[in-house]
């Protein structure tokens, strides 16, 4: 009985024990499962602005790099060229090519984690400089002179002319006057004008000529002198009048002929073709006596000439300052 019991509890003894092994077991901690993160080189992309620059303008070129790290690292960047000048760090730099020869230049940019080799991403770049155009040819203004004309009347339009040799060629040039004084009567536009003098006596003209088409100012100005001339001018004239109004015209003459001392008078005697013979003679010896006995002017100052006859008397009374020249009888 006693070997039977033994046994019984012995069975007992080892189930317990199996349980409490079981039940050790089911309380240690469990290993988690171990989750591979993503890895690789980074991404990247990179963009110029423009894409083609001519050297002789702004050949300044902006770079402008896209990355980003799968884990999130910082990233490095190195910037390399084949050409120019590269200033700037970072994802973006300037690349001047101000001054290359014309061809395809090419930026290259690698981008790094700061892990290792594998993780190195790269990307270029290519801009093209296009050879610039010729310059223009230069243009140079011809010599232009204007030529005045020698002798200048206020009785007759001075002629100005415009005269050029050199300058640059295949220029239509164009011809714009303008005077100080007078008026241009004709050739506005062309390389000679005529301008007009009429009431200019004592005063200059200057005439500038501005020649266009050159893109540039091509002066050119003459200036002539417009003399003051001397003139007689008729001071009275009277027909067949009675002796008293005849000696009042000549004493108006008489006294004008005292306010010039230099002057000089010319009396011209028309007759009528009716009257008697020696009658143009009397009536010149009458003005004459009446002007030296009566009102002091001196022979030697004035001359009375006998002109040509008309249909009825006429009598011109004339003052000429020195230096004028005379005036002749009208027919």
């Not at 050949?59 to 980003?68: C, D, E, I, K, Y």
């Not at 700061?114 to 190195?120: A, H, Q, S, T």
Request: with cysteine; charged share 20%; proline share 8%.
């Amino acid at each position: 009985m006693m070997t039977r019991r033994s046994s019984l509890f012995g069975l007992a003894l080892a189930v317990v024990m199996a349980v409490l092994v079981l039940a050790s077991a089911d309380a240690k901690p469990k290993k988690k499962k171990h989750v591979e993160r993503a890895s690789g080189p980074p991404t990247l992309t990179l963009a110029a602005e423009p894409t083609t620059v001519r050297a002789c303008d702004d050949a300044r070129v902006q770079l402008m790099a896209r990355a980003s790290s799968p884990e999130g690292r910082p990233l490095r960047y190195k910037w390399t060229t084949n050409g120019g000048r590269l200033s700037g760090q970072g994802e973006r730099a300037t690349w001047d090519l101000s001054g290359a020869q014309p061809g395809v230049y090419q930026a290259v940019v690698e981008v790094d984690d700061g892990r290792y080799l594998d993780c190195v991403a790269f990307s270029s770049a290519s801009v093209i400089v296009a050879d610039c155009p010729p310059p223009p040819p230069q243009i140079v203004c011809p010599n232009v002179t204007v030529s005045c004309p020698d002798a200048a009347s206020e009785n007759a339009p001075a002629t100005f002319t415009a005269t050029m040799s050199g300058g640059s060629g295949r220029v239509r040039p164009t011809y714009n006057w303008t005077v100080s004084a007078g008026r241009i009567i004709s050739g506005q536009g062309t390389r000679s004008i005529t301008v007009d003098t009429a009431g200019l006596a004592g005063q200059t003209i200057r005439a500038d000529l501005e020649v266009g088409g050159y893109g540039m100012r091509c002066p050119a100005s003459c200036a002539t002198s417009i003399p003051v001339v001397i003139k007689p001018h008729k001071f009275d004239e009277y027909y067949d009048i009675a002796r008293n109004d005849e000696k009042a015209r000549l004493d108006n003459y008489a006294i004008q002929l005292q306010a010039e001392p230099g002057s000089h008078g010319y009396i011209f005697v028309y007759p009528s073709s009716r009257a008697p013979a020696n009658e143009a003679q009397a009536r010149a010896r009458r003005i004459s006596e009446y002007l030296v006995n009566s009102r002091g002017i001196d022979a030697s100052r004035f001359t009375v000439t006998i002109a040509a006859a008309r249909e009825d008397w006429l009598f011109e009374l004339w003052v000429v300052p020195a230096g004028a020249t005379p005036p002749t009888p009208s027919r």
